[in-house]
T-cell receptor, first 113, second 114 residues
Framework: DQQVKQNSPSLSVQEGRISILNCDYT??????FLWYKKYPAEGPTFLIS?????DKNEDGRFTVFLNKSAKHLSLHIVPSQPGDSAVYFC????????????FGEGTQLTVNP | KAGVTQTPRYLIKTRGQQVTLSCSPI?????VSWYQQTPGQGLQFLFE???????NKGNFPGRFSGRQFSNSRSEMNVSTLELGDSALYLC?????????????FGPGTRLTVL
């Protein structure tokens, strides 16, 4: 049972444009969501998070939107840069799962110069 | 502040052997979690330790175990290795246990079982 799903395995955008990565979840007990970026042979790097009491959180070029009724979150990167090319994972946790992060399958973002 | 460190970075073992992986969390972080990443299953939670106590456990067989020391460093052990245990093992630390706070990952240990 995949509780967190990233339906797009890959996304390609031009440098300077917006990248939008999507994530859906099924467990209504999830109340904290995170995005991580991962380069090959490295561990995931934390990017940004959002609590279920909010619907938007911004940090520089990164903005996460949460739509609780649709059980959907998205990560916007504006403007996209070639160095953003990596695999992006969304993850979720909740009161019943405690510290456990449930990850999506990841989306490979490629930003073309 | 130094990040999460894991040793060794790479390891090759044969079936039936056992292996111990080590993780040093960010200074001041008391919670350590372990994850397994494989191409087929993605990132899967193994367990979390806080104050030397296992707080949470994923759906892995008993061959996978761990412990945490008083300085918050953690080890995980896999006994009777199987080919399917080949994976990237990631350690993550956070300041405190429970949900609602970010976990910071180390570079991982790449385990290959032959």
């Amino acid at each position: 049972d995949q509780q967190v799903k990233q339906n797009s395995p890959s996304l390609s955008v031009q440098e300077g444009r917006i990248s939008i990565l999507n994530c859906d979840y099924t467990n209504s007990m999830f109340d904290y969501f995170l995005w991580y970026k991962k380069y090959p042979a490295e561990g995931p790097t934390f990017l940004i998070s959002i609590s279920s009491i909010k619907d938007k959180n911004e940090d520089g070029r990164f903005t996460v939107f949460l739509n609780k009724s649709a059980k959907h979150l998205s990560l916007h990167i504006v403007p996209s840069q070639p160095g953003d090319s990596a695999v992006y994972f969304c993850a979720a946790s909740g009161k019943t799962s405690g510290s456990r992060l449930t990850f999506g399958e990841g989306t490979q973002l490629t930003v073309n110069p | 502040k130094a990040g999460v460190t894991q040793t060794p970075r790479y390891l090759i073992k044969t079936r039936g052997q056992q292996v111990t992986l080590s993780c040093s969390p960010i200074s001041g972080h008391r919670s350590v979690s372990w994850y397994q990443q494989t191409p087929g299953q993605g990132l899967q939670f193994l367990f979390e330790y806080f104050s030397e106590t296992q707080r949470n456990k994923g759906n892995f067989p008993g061959r996978f175990s761990g412990r945490q020391f008083s300085n918050s460093r953690s080890e995980m052990n896999v006994s009777t290795l199987e080919l399917g245990d080949s994976a990237l093992y990631l350690c993550a630390s956070r300041p405190r246990a429970g949900a609602g706070n970010e976990q910071f990952f180390g570079p991982g240990t790449r385990l290959t079982v032959l």
